[in-house]
T-cell receptor
Framework: NAGVTQTPKFRVLKTGQSMTLLCAQDMNHEYMYWYRQDPGMGLRLIHYSVGEGTTAKGEVPDGYNVSRLKKQNFLLGLESAAPSQTSVYFC?????????????FGPGTRLTVL | GNSVTQMEGPVTLSEEAFLTINCTYTATGYPSLFWYVQYPGEGLQLLLKATKADDKGSNKGFEATYRKETTSFHLEKGSVQVSDSAVYFCALSERSGGYNKLIFGAGTRLAVHP
């Protein structure tokens, strides 16, 4: 059982370049999330999806776009990367729409923007 | 808005020492409370959770009790091991806009030495 997987694991970009991060889950979860993790700040939600074909903004959405064309995949795009987007990005998924919901996290993507 | 505050790290302990990581929260209503753990180079994984006042979550020798009167969810373990070295995140879950929003503390790094 692979759970939540993310590709790539590491990436270095130059300012202004674009890239897409891929998240895949094999647990048939409806809900998927993208977070960024910065030192001393915990995790902050970028975008989320409550089902195939849906997306919504989280706490820090500026500079990012997402798509959920298939239930198992959630893509995070950076159209024009900036140094402020240097971070570790985590994808998560969950199935239960109650507050006791457990989110399952992927291993993360470490992105550096020069 | 709702928030989570946890003690700053790093926390450095010798093997078999007693561990406490403090976590307090601010919330309206009755959120669910979580501890997630992040081992080096990995994503976050659920350690334990509690969904109502006076509930005690436990797993792998770790415990935390949901204290509504003190708005706290302190993490404890009676005897830590080197393998417990990780970053620990306290979080609360609140219903927001059709999904369960996880609000994380900044994380506490634990280092256990032999």
């Amino acid at each position: 059982n692979a759970g939540v997987t993310q590709t790539p694991k590491f990436r270095v970009l130059k300012t202004g370049q674009s890239m897409t991060l891929l998240c895949a889950q094999d647990m048939n979860h409806e809900y998927m999330y993208w977070y960024r993790q910065d030192p001393g700040m915990g995790l902050r939600l970028i975008h989320y999806s409550v089902g195939e074909g849906t997306t919504a903004k989280g706490e820090v959405p500026d500079g990012y776009n997402v798509s959920r064309l298939k239930k198992q995949n959630f893509l995070l795009g950076l159209e024009s990367a900036a140094p402020s987007q240097t971070s570790v990005y985590f994808c998560a998924s969950s199935s239960d729409p109650t507050p006791a919901d457990t989110q399952y996290f992927g291993p993360g993507t470490r992105l550096t923007v020069l | 808005g709702n928030s989570v505050t946890q003690m700053e790290g790093p926390v450095t302990l010798s093997e078999e020492a007693f561990l406490t990581i403090n976590c307090t929260y601010t919330a309206t209503g009755y959120p669910s409370l979580f501890w997630y753990v992040q081992y080096p180079g990995e994503g976050l994984q659920l350690l334990l959770k509690a969904t109502k006042a006076d509930d005690k979550g436990s797993n792998k020798g770790f415990e935390a009790t949901y204290r509504k009167e003190t708005t706290s969810f302190h993490l404890e373990k009676g005897s830590v091991q080197v393998s417990d070295s990780a970053v620990y995140f306290c979080a609360l879950s609140e219903r927001s806009g059709g999904y369960n929003k996880l609000i994380f503390g900044a994380g506490t790094r634990l280092a256990v030495h032999p």
